[in-house]
């Protein structure tokens, strides 16, 4: 089955520093690959997603990218702020099977004023 | 914006008991999904459910578990005879035809 692995477990940067979160995946009909951005003790919410069509997606000051030959892809957040404050998930997933989400172990940033 | 809706928020129960976690998916969505996290620790697939039967599940989801849509807005993951490592938050997820799951806000169930 699917193996995710995330780095780092946690990441302090300053505020307005760039902060990068890398993930591998194993199973190469893995096709959709979000990232959710979780809060202390709120529900895991989509920030980006980009699927295996297509190496880079951006939305203002996060991207995403993708190396499907490697089976890793980045998260990529610009100009931090202190309400990045969180905990975000990589997920793989495969939209030709029923889709569950295999996540990566999560990485904690804290962005310091 | 429709969101997933999930009962109670915080479920306490002795071992050994059962307990019914209820969730109600977004309303055209057709894929639904438990997932639980434990305290600190990434989320984990428990099952995936279409067309009213189970599409896949993981190998925590066992003969202890078991998932209904009772009717046509429900969706509910029964766990009987509850044990201390059940304890965690429970999220059920929903989508409509590719992609992005919708998580509901979570139930925290601890088991005593």
């Known amino acids: 089955g699917e193996n995710v692995e995330q780095h780092p477990s946690t990441l302090s940067v300053q505020e307005g520093d760039s902060a990068v979160i890398k993930c591998t995946y194993s199973?190469?009909?893995?096709?959709?690959f979000p990232w959710y951005k979780q809060e202390l003790g709120k529900r895991p919410q989509l920030i980006i997603d980009?699927?295996?069509?297509?190496g880079e997606k951006k939305d203002q000051r996060i991207a995403v990218t993708l190396n499907k030959t490697a089976k890793h892809f980045s998260l990529h957040i610009t100009e931090t702020q202190p309400e990045d404050s969180a905990v975000y998930f990589c997920?793989?997933?495969?939209?030709?099977?029923?889709?569950?989400?295999?996540f990566g172990a999560g990485t904690q940033v804290v962005v310091t004023p | 914006e429709p969101e997933v809706t999930q009962t109670p928020s915080h479920q306490v129960t002795q071992m050994g008991q059962e307990v019914i976690l209820r969730c109600v998916p977004i309303?055209?969505?057709?894929?639904f999904y438990w997932y639980r996290q434990i305290l600190g620790q990434k989320v984990e697939f428990l099952v995936s459910?279409?067309?009213?039967?189970?599409?896949?599940k993981s190998e925590i989801f066992d003969d202890q578990f078991s998932v209904e849509r009772p009717d046509g807005s429900n969706f509910t993951l029964k766990i009987r005879s509850t044990k201390l490592e059940d304890s965690a938050m429970y999220f059920c997820?929903?989508?409509?035809?590719?992609?992005?799951?919708?998580f509901g806000p979570g139930t925290r169930l601890t088991v005593l």
């Open positions: 997820a929903s989508r409509a035809t590719r992609g992005e799951q919708f």
């Open positions: 199973d190469s009909a893995s096709n959709y």
């Open positions: 980009i699927r295996s069509n297509v």
């Open positions: 997920a793989a997933s495969s939209t030709d099977s029923w889709g569950k989400f295999q």
């Open positions: 309303s055209n969505h057709l894929y």
């Open positions: 459910f279409y067309n009213n039967e189970i599409s896949e």
